[in-house]
């Protein structure tokens, strides 16, 4: 992977400009985390418990929402970057059918000693998804389940919020603080 080769990203057609919009990590928040390892086929993907019903109230409230992930698979050789992009593309397509949208997505697809700008928890994604899409950052969230996520969330001026992915309702709740904010 080459060390200046942007995050990989895809936005929907029907996501519009917005003043503020939930940023959310990927593995531990929409899907179950592969233990120590990552998914590497959409057949290993396990969406959790609370995790369509969530994007859905997100939805239903008008709320924009990103997802920013690590995918450091790809650097590492694990995965191709096309096998990544089919992964994202089911879990879009999967969470459109449930009428839990995404606007968009963002992967950081380096290794850690390739020295970008968007691996959490540096806040590049973040960043780039706020200028791209004109958001106030301030009012914002940040949903990850790692002090990288909340590193990345407060470098780049968003309300943070921490789950633990054991918890099956832990991405429900803070969905219902967010939209009560
Ligand atoms: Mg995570
Ligand atoms: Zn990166």
Redesign the pocket.
């Known amino acids: 992977m080459t060390p200046g080769a942007r995050?990989l990203a895809w936005r929907s057609p029907q996501a519009s400009a917005g003043k503020a919009c939930v940023f959310i990590d990927r593995d531990g928040v929409i899907n179950e985390r592969p233990g120590d390892g990552y998914v590497l086929a959409w057949e290993e993907f396990r969406f959790r418990p609370d995790a369509i019903s969530a994007l859905r109230v997100l939805a239903e409230a008008q709320i924009p929402t990103i997802v920013v992930s690590n995918q450091s698979c790809v650097g590492r050789g694990l995965l191709k970057q096309t096998g990544l992009i089919d992964i994202m593309d089911r879990m879009t397509q999967r969470l459109e059918r449930a009428n839990a949208p995404l606007a968009a997505w963002y992967c950081?697809?380096?290794a850690p000693d390739?020295g970008?700008?968007?691996?959490k928890p540096k806040p590049?994604m973040i960043l780039r998804a706020i200028a791209e899409f004109g958001f106030d950052a301030s009012r914002s969230h940040m949903i990850g389940d790692s002090a990288t996520d909340a590193a990345a969330g407060e470098a780049s001026g968003c309300v943070t919020h921490v789950i633990d992915p054991s918890d099956p309702n832990a991405f429900l709740r803070a969905v219902d603080v967010v939209v009560r904010a």
């Open positions: 995050a950081c697809p380096h390739d970008c700008d968007c691996r590049g």
